[in-house]
């Protein structure tokens, strides 16, 4: 389990259901969804008209951080056949050193807090991957553990893995592995509209206390048919994300995703506290 997280109780058919499915590859279930992101592209330029460089990623950041702040069961997770809740909200993702072939990639945790907002994080976040491109940065928190490790002859690393494995099940790892690893956060993200690609599938893992994974494709036009009968073009993208049946139903997924393309359609929300309620009168 995780030092800043909580155990939540269930009821017994859930329980149920851990017990006879305890892995995480056995239950995750895949949504994909096209998003309507004109108005958050309208936006986006006009923040950038005004000298504020917003970009898509920074936006869909805020926007599910404000669904997970509403909506806590996403934030679940379970270990050792119970449920937990994550004290905070991580999000998390991998940056490339640079944009090469060869080049490699880093571990980042952005924690978003009841009071973030768009400004907040867009800066946060820019400030955490500048950091950790330094030569020097590099090598702190799990990026430095998993450059060592990555160094030592199977014979020495697999073991060592399996004790890892064993320490992290247990809320035994000491924080210099759990810090910037995306695999003790509340959702990994993947920006696959960067590099011109549409939405995946991507299994989750066993390790850590990441419950979903979420992917975000590339931004297209797309005609679209009025109820006049006339033709516009939106901008749609696509959004998939794998996550653990056991912590929610169907209909909680549901409604969370609702919520999410709500925002986008509305980006002034992106402005207001990540922590502010959003009634489900409002995004439906």
């Known amino acids: 389990m995780s030092k800043s997280a909580h155990r939540v109780k269930i009821d017994t058919l859930k329980q149920c259901m851990i017990d006879l499915k305890p892995e995480r590859k056995e239950n995750e279930v895949y949504i994909d969804r096209d998003l309507d992101v004109t108005e958050l592209v309208r936006y986006i330029d006009a923040c950038k008209k005004k000298g504020i460089h917003y970009t898509y990623f920074h936006a869909f950041l805020t926007a599910i951080g404000k669904v997970m702040h509403n909506r806590p069961y996403l934030n679940r997770f379970i270990i050792n056949r119970h449920m937990y809740e994550n004290d905070e909200v991580l999000l998390s993702f991998a940056a490339k050193i640079s944009f090469e072939d060869s080049a490699g990639e880093l571990m980042l945790v952005v924690p978003v807090e009841e009071n973030d907002n768009i400004d907040s994080i867009s800066r946060k976040t820019a400030e955490m991957v500048d950091k950790l491109r330094n030569a020097k940065a590099e090598k702190a928190g799990a990026n430095g553990v998993a450059d060592l490790l990555g160094k030592f002859p199977n014979l020495f690393r697999v073991p060592i893995m399996a004790v890892i494995r064993f320490l992290g099940k247990h809320g035994l790892l000491p924080k210099s592995m759990t810090s910037n690893n995306i695999y003790f956060s509340s959702m990994i993200i993947s920006n696959l509209g960067s590099i011109g690609c549409g939405a995946i599938y991507h299994n989750l893992a066993d390790f850590g206390t990441c419950s979903s994974l979420t992917t975000i494709g590339e931004i297209v036009n797309v005609k679209r048919i009025n109820d006049d009968g006339t033709e516009e073009l939106r901008k749609v993208c ?13 209909f909680y997924f549901a409604r969370s995703i609702q919520m999410i393309e709500y925002i986008l359609q509305h980006p002034e929300m992106l402005e207001e506290p990540a922590g502010k309620k959003i009634t489900v009168e409002n995004h439906r």
Do not use: L, N
């Open 238 to 250: 696509s959004f998939g994300v794998t996550i653990d049946e056991r912590i929610a139903d169907g």
